[in-house]
């Protein structure tokens, strides 16, 4: 699974640049027009078996296999305007969630009606671990702390109202996440 939070400027013109980046009985399924259903078929085409569970080292590999595809199809088509990349990847076991920006601060001022609030400020994406997210004492929290965690929450901006708990996921990184002997196991690495 996979969902999106960005846009990809110009995102039709690069169609025929990412095709040959996917594999053929993936790209066979693509059947709309976004760029989120392309990015979900890089992701995959990255990876060695589209049908089993990656490692985290795969699943690594594939994200920055895709994020390489369009960097190089904004190239070679002369884009140069700020095109967010938030990614949320989960097969059921793992999750990785991914803060990437291409070209950040870099948008056409011409119209600012047309000005997006993701082309002014680089999409937050945060975490927090515990043991029980629900509604407490009237107020919606993560309880049980870090040190007692069984479970991770990814969410593009804090979800709670004591924000104290909750950890920004640095720009331009990858935040994996598994559970390991009942506790999340949490690792960022940067993305070139």
């Known amino acids: 699974m996979l969902a999106h939070n960005g846009d990809l400027a ?4 690069m169609k025929p640049l990412l095709a040959p ?5 993936i790209a066979a399924q693509i059947h709309g027009t976004t760029d989120s259903e392309w990015i979900y078929a890089l992701v995959v085409s990255g990876l060695e078996d589209p049908h089993s569970r990656p490692s985290a080292e795969e699943l690594h590999g594939a994200v920055e296999h895709a ?13 140069a305007v ?5 990614l949320f990847i989960a097969d059921g076991s793992q999750l990785a969630a991914v803060r990437y920006c291409f070209d950040f601060g870099c948008y ?7 000005l997006h609030e993701a082309n002014l400020t680089y999409l937050s994406l945060w975490y927090t671990a515990g ?8 107020e919606w929290k ?9 479970s991770i929450l990814v969410a593009s901006e804090p979800l709670t109202r004591d924000t104290s708990a909750w950890v920004e996921v640095p720009e331009y990184s990858i935040l994996h996440a598994t559970i390991e002997k009942d506790r999340p196991a949490i690792a960022i690495r940067d993305l070139d």
């Open 10 to 13: 110009r995102f039709a013109e």
């Open 21 to 25: 980046h996917l594999k053929p009985g």
């Open 67 to 79: 994020i390489e595809a369009i960097r190089d199809a904004r190239a070679k088509l002369g884009i």
């Open 82 to 86: 700020s095109s967010s990349l938030n």
């Open 108 to 114: 056409p001022t011409e119209d600012a009606s047309r």
């Open 131 to 138: 043991r029980d997210y629900g509604l407490h004492d009237g």
């Open 142 to 150: 993560m309880t049980g702390g870090s040190e007692g965690a069984d």
